[in-house]
């Protein structure tokens, strides 16, 4: 029985990789229907939304969406899509990991982190942004809720003892901003109490900055705020070659969007340069999120080999290959 995914190409670079992807997907035996929708600039010249209803309705009607990066115009007045998304679904954990593989020309070989992110409160909550008449002050509101925090650090522990992992650090900034961050780290030690499996730790944010360039071995799991995540999980991306190699999944209760975390490169769009690589992985954990791990692992697998090999890679691994080519070395190990 065929499952349905809505797919969303996404702008730039977006149609590129994500049709590199299915393509991949398809090979593998996945047997995939797609329901295709559009968001970002191409669905603003389409209808003139920039998220439009018909993309909302996809996206609630299906189990899992797979989606290219968007562009939202600056200055313009929008709100970012991502952002819209997440708030709309309630998308409250996003999932950052990174891993190294073999063949690229990363610094560190041993890297398998994973940063989960409160992906709803904090600083992108949106809430009270203000700027006087005079332009002279800008305030915004950075709102935690016990229950934001209590669910994000218990799906932190709950991925470490599902996958075997042995420990999750929580980061925060107590020391400083003693109310938001103060309370998510007093649930995080709550939270932390009630599984005594997992190895628990707490640092504070500029340290794990400082640590990850040092000794990013020593992290498994982190789990943080929305502003600290966003910035985190592209720093562990950069220790594995950037984020041309970094998927993100964006969860709730109902939904699920997995995605490239890169922009959308408008500048090489349809000049097979892209890196689908990041997408193609965001692939592999919404195949992980559906149950389908025989098809995630074979995937992965083929991806591994043919960055390790160096065969037909694109330019920011090394090689001289396309996107085009790239997938088909990918193709051909399935």
Known sequence: MSTTITVIPGDGIGPDIIDATLKILDKAGCNFTYEYADAGLSALEKTGELLPQATL???ARNPATLKGPLTTPVGEG????????????NLYANLRPVKSFKGTQARYEDIDIITIRENTEGMYSGLGQVVSDDGQEAQAVSQITRQGAERIVRFAYELARREGRKKVTAVHKANIL??????FLKVAREIAAEYPDIQSEEMIVDAVCMKLVMNPEQFDVIVTTNLFGDILSDLCAGLVGGLGLAPGANIGDQSAIFEAVHGSAPDIAGKNLANPTSVILGAIQMLEYLGMQDHAK???????????????TTRDLGGTGGTTEFTQAIIERL
């Open 57 to 59: 309705d996809a996206i």
């Open 298 to 312: 074979r995937i992965l697998a083929a991806v591994t080999d043919v960055i390790a090999s160096g065969d037909r």
């Open 178 to 183: 003693k109310s938001t961050s103060g309370l």
């Open 78 to 89: 929008f709100t970012s899509i991502n952002v819209s998304l997440r708030k709309h679904f």
